[in-house]
């Protein structure tokens, strides 16, 4: 099992395609496996992706680039994975969100990723905690890029009263856990 030296982690596999884990709050990826002294292959497993793109086996694959544990974060948030109130977010944007985990040079979705890199924010727990204690607007200049011109009002409230109740929420948990 994890962390036993019979079982070995090797290089994320580009199938199946990572997923947000709510439970978990985390993007996970599949990975190769092997286990035993001969290295014999199990059916892979599925780790936290920021983890297993950090450790040694996945700087030799080419299958992910080091940040893509914020890519696809960046993605699920977009389509309301991650924050259920952002479910209606994805009706009022120009792109699909599918567009930030291909890898594909564009800006917005570099501005987006880097944004989310810099601040290490790849859960809703960082997300969340990044509003409340130091900044409230964390993405939102982002999000013009994204929205329909036709859609852009609609998208500025839906993503200020999202951010508003999870700052409100956590600043709740915090006094809470004062208070014990």
């Known amino acids: 099992s994890k962390g036993s030296r019979l079982l070995s982690l090797e290089e994320p596999l580009k199938s199946p395609l990572p997923s947000y884990d709510a439970t978990k709050d985390a993007v996970l990826c599949s990975v190769m496996t092997k286990f035993g002294t001969r290295g014999w292959e199990i059916p892979p497993v599925q780790v936290e992706m920021y983890n297993s793109l950090q450790s040694k086996a996945s700087k030799k694959s080419g299958a992910f680039l080091r940040d893509d544990s914020f890519r696809w974060f960046a993605r699920f948030l977009m389509e309301g994975r991650v924050l259920v109130?952002?479910?209606?977010?994805?009706?009022?944007?120009?792109?699909?969100?599918t567009i930030i985990s291909r890898n594909a040079p564009v800006s917005k979705v570099a501005l987006l990723v880097s944004a989310l890199s810099s601040a290490g924010v790849d859960s809703a727990k960082a997300l969340c905690k990044h509003w409340a204690e130091v900044d409230e607007k964390f993405l939102f200049?982002?999000?013009k890029n994204w929205t329909k011109p036709e859609h852009a009002s609609?998208?500025?409230?839906?993503?200020r009263a999202t951010v508003k109740q999870h700052v409100k929420i956590w600043k709740e948990d915090k006094m809470q856990i004062k208070q014990m």
């Open 85 to 97: 109130e952002l479910k209606g977010l994805k009706p009022l944007l120009n792109d699909d969100p």
């Open 141 to 143: 200049r982002h999000l």
């Open 154 to 159: 609609e998208a500025r409230q839906l993503w």
